[in-house]
């Protein structure tokens, strides 16, 4: 047996799954033809194959409760790629699904930093809700 080791990437990005927080929902299929679609696109770009593995779950936040999804990556020990490179990739990946998929905020988790990308900082969910969370 075969046993190859890397020092431990991670990174972790949620999308919710309403378009432009309207009451327009994208499918789970809709969402992987576009992550697919934008793959495709990164290879191009930075040589770089991006294994996505996708999970489900919800944002709830003072009144806010939608259903969204967890794409997460690892630094795959039988295909490593420098990590600058790696993080750019995945930033990129992100900006660029968030767009197809009419997002306003998505933020990217690394094991070392944080990153929010957003359009508009002044938009919100409308079903945010800060009152009632001071009650």
């Given at each position: 047996?075969?046993?190859?080791k890397?020092?431990?990437f991670?990174?972790?990005?949620?999308?919710?799954?309403?378009?432009?927080?309207?009451?327009?929902?994208?499918?789970?299929?809709?969402?992987?033809?576009?992550?697919?679609?934008?793959q495709?696109?990164?290879?191009?770009?930075?040589?770089?194959?991006?294994?996505?593995?996708?999970?489900?779950?919800?944002?709830?936040?003072?009144?806010?409760?939608?259903?969204?999804?967890?794409?997460?990556?690892?630094?795959?020990?039988?295909?490593?790629?420098?990590?600058?490179?790696?993080?750019?990739?995945?930033?990129?990946?992100?900006?660029?699904?968030?767009?197809?998929?009419?997002?306003?905020?998505v933020?990217?988790?690394?094991?070392?930093?944080?990153?929010?990308?957003?359009?508009?900082?002044?938009?919100?969910?409308?079903?945010?809700?800060?009152?009632?969370?001071?009650?």
């Amino acid at each position: 047996m075969n046993i190859k080791k890397s020092k431990t990437f991670r990174a972790v990005a949620t999308f919710g799954l309403k378009r432009g927080y309207r009451e327009d929902f994208i499918s789970l299929e809709e969402f992987k033809l576009q992550l697919v679609a934008v793959q495709k696109m990164i290879f191009r770009r930075f040589n770089i194959h991006l294994s996505t593995k996708i999970a489900n779950c919800d944002i709830v936040f003072s009144g806010q409760d939608e259903p969204s999804v967890d794409i997460s990556f690892i630094q795959y020990p039988k295909f490593q790629y420098d990590e600058v490179k790696l993080k750019e990739s995945i930033l990129t990946l992100v900006e660029i699904l968030m767009n197809a998929l009419e997002q306003n905020r998505v933020v990217v988790v690394f094991d070392d930093e944080t990153f929010m990308l957003e359009k508009d900082k002044d938009q919100l969910d409308p079903g945010i809700d800060f009152k009632q969370s001071s009650e």
